[in-house]
């Protein structure tokens, strides 16, 4: 299947600290989705991307669909412990319905 | 609104087995995909069915196979199951082909 490159593939940090992961691809995407996964639980869906250089915020968290098409990121402003669990890129390209997935982005938050 | 819900959560079968899982999307959400989540290989597409049709498929064997129903509902069977079949099955519904999946908590499957 599709490659889907996210990193950092784990990352520890302070409570208060600003996070930020990226997910690049060789191929062009038509959209981008940044979902989390608890343990035990299904990914849940955070922000969905539509547009190149879209910039969409939730609360905290913000995404941005890179302008090549090609990329990603994710960044979470003043994390609390809550923010811990498995972050997940996916993405859509054209001509095909299914979600091609990062290897996921796992979150430490030390309080 | 309910979300997607998957049964059972948690199953052991014997190799050689076979197995069916069932999901029950969103109301209103016509089409439901599966996928499935190992430590090894992440999340994979299965399939995907929109309207009692499968509309996309992935890359795994015949021994998967999956039906939806007229209520949207879906069920995905598995045959002659394998060791590696382990994994965690992730069920997920949309409104329509443009909008995101929204995932169930899956059902965890363990093959002895």
């Known amino acids: 299947g599709q490659q889907l490159n996210q990193s950092p593939q784990s990352m520890f940090i302070q409570e208060g600290e600003d996070v930020s992961m990226n997910c690049t691809s060789s191929?062009?995407?038509?959209?981008w989705l940044w979902y989390k996964q608890d343990p035990g639980e299904g990914p849940v869906l955070l922000i969905a991307?539509?547009?190149?250089?879209e910039l969409t915020s939730n609360g905290r968290l913000t995404a941005q669909f890179g302008i090549t098409r090609k990329d990603s990121f994710l960044n979470i402003s003043a994390s609390i412990p809550s923010d811990v669990g498995i972050y997940f890129c996916?993405?859509?390209?054209?001509?095909?319905?299914?979600?091609?997935f990062g290897t996921g982005t796992r979150l430490t938050v030390i309080p | 609104k309910a979300g997607v819900t998957q049964t059972p959560r948690y199953l052991i079968k014997t190799r050689g087995q076979q197995v069916t899982l069932s999901c029950s999307p969103i109301?209103?959400?016509?089409?439901v995909s599966w996928y499935q989540q190992t430590p090894g290989q992440g999340l994979q597409f299965l399939f995907e069915?929109?309207?009692?049709?499968?509309?996309n498929k992935g890359n795994f064997p015949g021994r998967f196979s999956g039906r939806q129903f007229s209520n949207s509902r879906s069920e995905m069977n598995v045959s002659t199951l394998e060791l590696g079949d382990s994994a965690l099955y992730l069920c997920?519904?949309?409104?329509?082909?443009?909008?995101?999946?929204?995932f169930g908590n899956g059902t965890r499957l363990t093959v002895t």
């Open positions: 069915y929109f309207s009692e049709t499968q509309r």
């Open positions: 191929s062009i995407f038509n959209t």
């Open positions: 991307l539509y547009k190149a250089g």
């Open positions: 997920a519904s949309r409104q329509g082909k443009e909008s995101p999946l929204h």
């Open positions: 109301s209103g959400h016509r089409s």
């Open positions: 996916a993405g859509t390209q054209a001509g095909a319905n299914n979600l091609f």
